[in-house]
């Protein structure tokens, strides 16, 4: 293996925590809600890491919900129990929150109160001032409150953060993201009456992501249009002002292409990232950095599994790892994607 090769690899083998030597005892996790979009993907991806997780049981207070979603190849074999008994078991650490957008926030409240660490999906809640309380309260238990943004964990996404932190790219100038796909009828139904619309419901990985990478943002502006006459904002847009560099995301359900990139320029060197969550990053530096030459460049990082590196990643917090994304990163977050999505 060539040396450069030998850096990445190892690299990114320490940022997901592959290589980590896991303790024998798993931690004991279950899962709250089926009402979220990604609430069956989360199950699976659970599932498939018996070395870090046992699975003890899935909640779902509604009934035709439950139902339905038991019926689903994603669920065959789960153990269907009552949210009280699960919050009730002192053996569970930990509760994935995969509700509707509406239970999210009392039941984050009712699995902290009840001493489990959480894994809650995205957004979190529409409520600012009701988030940010949870947020804090979890942070005075001492429970992990780890949010949903996957692309966190992505392989090139990784890269893009270590490349910004270590200066590579000079002073960033400029960063343009966006993620769109063509929404069906019964999503353009489900975004017309989420609040934000696709920026709040989606748009909110892009507000994670550029404010891990620059920080909050001095000033907001909101924008979108409708490419239908059915009342849906499918097309919308944001800007985030700082003092030396905008950040320009679009997030777009009425794309056929469905693309989802990002691209980073600065003073010393640029930064493309054609897909989010691919493992493919183009590097054009002005000059050598860390184990990449002066000049364009492409990058190949090893592909992990969509949800796998957030669950690695809590496994660890749940045995005591500090968080880089706290509580006042995730209350900024919160207030940004509401913001971008024109809530406030």
Request: proline share 6%; charged share 25%; glycine share 10%.
């Amino acid at each position: 293996m060539r040396r450069r090769r030998f850096v990445e690899v190892l690299a990114l083998t320490t940022a997901l925590g592959l290589g980590a030597k896991e303790p024998a005892a798993r931690r004991r996790i279950a899962q709250l809600g089926t009402g979220h979009a990604h609430a069956a993907g989360k199950f699976t991806a659970l599932r498939a890491l018996p070395n870090l997780f046992e699975v003890v049981g899935i909640a779902e207070p509604e009934e035709s919900r439950r139902n339905s979603a038991a019926r689903t190849p994603a669920y065959e074999g789960a153990t269907w129990r009552e949210e009280a008994d699960l919050l009730a078991d002192p053996t569970i650490q930990a509760v994935a929150v995969e509700t509707t957008l509406e239970a999210a926030i009392p039941t984050s409240l009712r699995a902290l109160r009840a001493g489990k660490h959480l894994h809650l999906d995205k957004p979190g809640g529409v409520d600012h001032a009701a988030f940010a309380l949870m947020r804090r309260e979890a942070e005075q238990r001492n429970r992990v409150v780890q949010m949903g943004y996957m692309l966190r964990h992505n392989p090139g996404l990784i890269l893009v953060r270590e490349a910004v932190e270590a200066g590579w790219l000079g002073e960033i100038t400029r960063l343009d993201a966006g993620m769109g796909k063509l929404a069906d009828e019964p999503l353009r139904q489900v975004l017309r009456g989420h609040p934000g619309h696709g920026m709040m419901e989606l748009g909110c990985h892009l507000v994670d992501l550029v404010v891990t990478l620059l920080g909050a943002p001095t000033s907001i502006q909101a924008s979108g249009e409708a490419s239908r006459p059915d009342g849906l904002l499918d097309r919308q847009k944001a800007v985030f002002t700082y003092p030396r560099r905008t950040a320009t995301m679009s997030c777009d359900h009425a794309d056929p292409s469905a693309r989802r990139w990002l691209t980073l320029e600065g003073t010393h060197g640029a930064i493309q990232v054609p897909s989010l969550e691919g493992n493919v990053v183009n590097l054009d530096l002005f000059m050598p950095r860390g184990p990449y030459p002066r000049g364009a460049s492409t990058v190949r990082r090893p592909a992990v599994g969509r949800y796998e590196g957030e669950f690695r990643e809590l496994a660890r917090l749940i045995d005591g790892e500090r968080t880089r994304w706290d509580a006042t990163h995730d209350i900024v977050v919160h207030a940004a994607a509401r913001q971008a999505a024109g809530l406030a």
